[in-house]
């Protein structure tokens, strides 16, 4: 299994990305996928979950309102749309999966056993 990130950059604040996270190497009917960010000096924490199967999506209470999870079933993409960047949002972003999903806490790192390479997302204030 292979996670690729992109579109990750430099904004202003209360500007928009959208982070994308493109899967290879197997199928994800069954696949818990989420979003964690590290800030320099600081633990990797959860951002945003989406289940594959129903599309249900968990979110950090510090993005609730500003960040969207969400998927492509046809391109097997995960995307996170990230409104109104705010200066604590500066973070290396990692996509991470689970497959096969049967349950679990999706804000757990620990539930996930693959990770994508991380992307830069930095907010100017």
């Known amino acids: 299994v292979q996670l690729v990130e992109s579109g990750g950059g430099l904004v202003q604040a209360g500007e928009s990305l959208r982070l994308s996270c493109a899967v290879s190497?197997?199928?994800?009917?069954?696949?818990?996928m989420a979003w964690f960010r590290q800030a320099p000096g600081k633990e990797r924490e959860f951002v945003a979950a989406?289940?594959?199967?129903?599309?249900?999506?968990y979110y950090a209470d510090s993005v609730k309102g500003r960040f969207t999870i969400s998927r492509d079933d046809a391109r097997n993409t995960v995307f996170l749309q990230m409104n109104s960047l705010k200066p604590e949002d500066t973070a290396v972003y990692y996509c991470?999966?689970?497959?096969?999903?049967?349950?679990?806490?999706?804000?757990?790192?620990?539930?996930?056993?693959?990770w994508g390479q991380g992307t830069q997302v930095t907010v100017s204030s």
């Open positions: 989406i289940v594959w199967s129903g599309g249900r999506t």
């Open positions: 190497g197997r199928t994800f009917s069954r696949a818990a």
């Open positions: 991470a999966a689970r497959t096969p999903y049967y349950g679990g806490t999706v804000s757990n790192r620990a539930l996930y056993d693959n």
